[in-house]
Structure formats: structure tokens, C-alpha cells
């Protein structure tokens, strides 16, 4: 149980066009999810916070309309990453909490290249 | 601010017991999550300590010590598929967690 699965795994686009990564809880509907970015032999940095049905909560220094969050149903969140740089590759992971006091069940992650 | 210290790197061989430390200042706790990373893949949850003390399961066992803002991670009769990132996270409000600067750990035959 509690399989969250992301698409698309990887993803190589142009400069200055958009992406969009889906994060799916496949075995529970999720209250919760959250969005990370992890650079190179770094840790995950936590960019959003995505609740169903209300506006995510963008962290401190991440901008809310260069990723764009969206959490239309309990079991799926999306991230846009618009206009895309080189310096916006990276590797994207979600998360999902079935409850807002569950344990965070992470997907498989999303590798982002910019051109 | 939060920060989460961990050890770059841990080294040790097949069938040896290796221990992980985590010591962090946060403005916000519910407790400290493990979780272990292979290259290219996804955090896998291993262990949560809400409360002081030791939490078994299996090989793996995290404990807790609140009043020493501390806490580890300990693995035993390691497997060379052990080896990988291991990052300890604080759970803060909103069930939002705060990773910790990762541990590579290598094993060796």
C-alpha cells in the first residue's frame, strides 16, 4: 500500500518552454502533497506544499508563478515548471500524506533537463 | 532558521553495525524521520521517533533524544545493498519535513 507514482520519470525540454510533472497517490486518497527539488549529491529541498482543493503554499524563495501548483483531486497534484532554464534542471520529487499527520510516501522522482 | 547536521560520508564493512547521527535546531518539532535514498531513486521511509527513546525495526533502529536536539540512526549486520544516502528529517507543522544533509554510506566486502 501507499504507492505514489510521478510522470513523466524523466524529461528533457528547450529553454523557455513549459513542463508538466503528475504526482498520483495510487492506493489513497491524499489530503497533502508535497513538492522537492534535489540538485547533485544534495538533499531535498521542499519547494510547495499542495492541499486539495486551495492554493498551495510556495516556500520561502521558490516563486509561486514560475512553478505552478495544482491539486484538483485527492490523488493527483501537478507542478508546471514554466519558462524553463538550464538552472531549473534538477531532479523533482512528491510526496503524499494520507492524512496531515501520516508519514510522507515519496514517488519515484522526475529528472528535469533544460537545454 | 532550520539546519539538520549529518556525516558526509560513513564507511564500513558486511556485517558490521554502523551508526548515523543527526543533531538539529529547528523552530518547530513532531518528531525525526529516517529515510534511505539509492542513486537516481526515490527516498524510502525507514524509521520515525515522535518520542525519546530507541525505535526498532528489523536492522534499522533511530533514536531520539529531544533534550539534546539528537538523534541516530543504526544499522546492523550491513549488506552491501545498505549501501546508499541516508537522511534524517525533522517533521515540523503542517507535516512539512526538513531533510537533513545526507549521508553517503559505503559498505564494503
Known amino acids: 500500500g501507499a504507492v505514489v507514482s510521478q510522470h513523466p520519470s524523466w524529461v528533457i525540454c528547450k529553454s523557455g518552454t513549459s513542463v508538466k510533472i503528475e504526482c498520483r497517490s495510487l492506493?489513497?486518497?491524499?489530503?497533502?502533497m508535497f513538492w522537492y527539488r534535489q540538485f547533485p549529491k544534495q538533499s531535498l529541498m521542499l519547494m510547495a506544499t499542495?492541499?486539495?482543493?486551495?492554493?498551495?503554499?510556495?516556500e520561502q524563495g521558490v516563486e509561486k508563478d514560475k512553478f505552478l501548483i495544482n491539486h484538483a483531486s485527492l490523488t493527483l497534484s501537478t507542478l508546471t515548471v514554466t519558462s524553463a532554464h538550464p538552472e531549473d534542471s534538477s531532479f523533482y520529487i512528491c510526496?503524499?500524506?494520507?492524512?496531515?499527520?501520516?508519514?510522507?510516501?515519496f514517488g519515484p522522482g522526475t529528472r528535469l533537463t533544460v537545454l | 532558521g532550520q539546519s539538520l547536521e549529518q556525516p558526509s560520508e560513513v564507511t564500513a564493512v558486511e556485517g558490521a553495525i554502523v551508526q548515523i547521527n543527526c543533531t538539529y535546531q529547528?523552530?518547530?518539532?513532531?518528531?525525526l524521520s529516517w529515510y534511505q535514498q539509492h542513486d537516481g531513486g526515490a527516498p524510502t521511509f525507514l524509521s520515525y521517533?515522535?518520542?525519546?527513546g530507541l525505535e526498532e525495526t528489523g536492522r534499522f533502529s533511530s533514536f531520539l533524544s529531544r533534550s539534546d536536539s539528537y538523534g541516530y540512526l543504526l544499522l546492523q549486520e550491513l549488506q552491501m545493498k545498505d549501501s546508499a544516502s541516508y537522511f534524517c528529517a525533522v517533521r515540523g507543522g503542517g507535516n512539512k519535513l526538513t531533510f537533513g544533509t545526507g549521508t553517503q554510506l559505503k559498505v564494503e566486502l
Open positions: 529547528t523552530s518547530g518539532f513532531y518528531g
Open positions: 492506493d489513497f486518497q491524499a489530503t497533502t
Open positions: 521517533n515522535a518520542l525519546d
Open positions: 510526496s503524499a500524506s494520507p492524512q496531515v499527520t501520516d508519514t510522507q510516501y
Open positions: 499542495s492541499n486539495e482543493g486551495s492554493k498551495a503554499t510556495h
